[in-house]
């Protein structure tokens, strides 16, 4: 796997390297071993898929709070959404920045996102499903979440006729430390 890691201190985007033969390729897409050696968090406890029927669906931005706070490790694996991770640690030096990237089914990129960062996506095809795996078990009681358009973080999403949004979503405030 190659790790490159982002703007956002700790947030990696992870490639697969493919050993390709007249079958097709083989690749891991986790290894314990390897995120350990990045320093990021190897524990995975729960397996997640968002499958979103519309072009235009956007969820989050979403966190867990503490003292549950979770890594994801994020890939598209059918369709295509625009990524999209806020930081809201407060002593990182890229608080309150964000970072997108296009994850898809053809490029097979993922995210790995750190505790204290806000994930989100909007999908850029229909029949869209999504992949993570999480360092955290999931605490309804801790589900927390910040506007997807709070002019807090300026995030540039794309254009789209119709964007799609679950009421919870739309409810979420402006950030607030």
């Given at each position: 796997?190659?790790?490159?890691?982002?703007?956002?201190?700790?947030?990696?985007?992870?490639?697969?390297?493919?050993?390709?033969?007249?079958?097709?390729f083989?690749?891991?897409?986790?290894?314990?071993?390897?995120?350990?050696?990045f320093?990021?968090?190897?524990?995975?406890?729960?397996?997640?898929i968002?499958?979103?029927?519309?072009?235009?669906?956007?969820?989050g931005m979403?966190?867990?709070?503490?003292?549950?706070?979770?890594?994801?490790?994020?890939?598209c694996i059918?369709?295509?959404?625009?990524?999209?991770?806020?930081?809201?640690?407060?002593d990182?030096?890229?608080?309150?920045?964000?970072f997108?990237?296009?994850?898809?089914?053809?490029n097979?990129?993922?995210?790995?996102i750190p505790?204290?960062?806000?994930h989100?996506?909007?999908?850029?095809?229909?029949?869209?499903?999504?992949?993570?795996?999480?360092?955290?078990?999931?605490?309804?009681?801790?589900?927390?979440?910040?506007?997807?358009d709070?002019?807090?973080?300026?995030?540039?999403?794309?254009?789209?006729?119709?964007?799609?949004i679950?009421?919870?979503?739309?409810?979420?405030?402006?950030?607030?430390?």
């Amino acid at each position: 796997m190659k790790f490159t890691e982002t703007k956002l201190k700790g947030a990696y985007v992870i490639e697969v390297e493919p050993l390709a033969d007249e079958r097709g390729f083989f690749a891991r897409s986790w290894c314990q071993k390897e995120f350990t050696e990045f320093g990021l968090n190897p524990n995975l406890v729960q397996c997640n898929i968002s499958f979103n029927l519309k072009k235009g669906t956007l969820r989050g931005m979403h966190y867990q709070a503490t003292p549950h706070e979770e890594a994801k490790l994020v890939r598209c694996i059918k369709g295509g959404i625009y990524d999209v991770i806020i930081d809201l640690r407060p002593d990182s030096p890229t608080f309150k920045d964000w970072f997108a990237i296009e994850l898809n089914s053809q490029n097979r990129k993922m995210i790995y996102i750190p505790e204290g960062m806000a994930h989100g996506c909007q999908t850029l095809a229909d029949n869209t499903e999504v992949f993570y795996q999480m360092s955290e078990f999931y605490y309804a009681e801790l589900a927390r979440g910040v506007r997807w358009d709070d002019p807090s973080f300026s995030i540039d999403w794309p254009e789209i006729s119709q964007r799609v949004i679950s009421e919870k979503d739309r409810s979420f405030t402006d950030f607030v430390l």
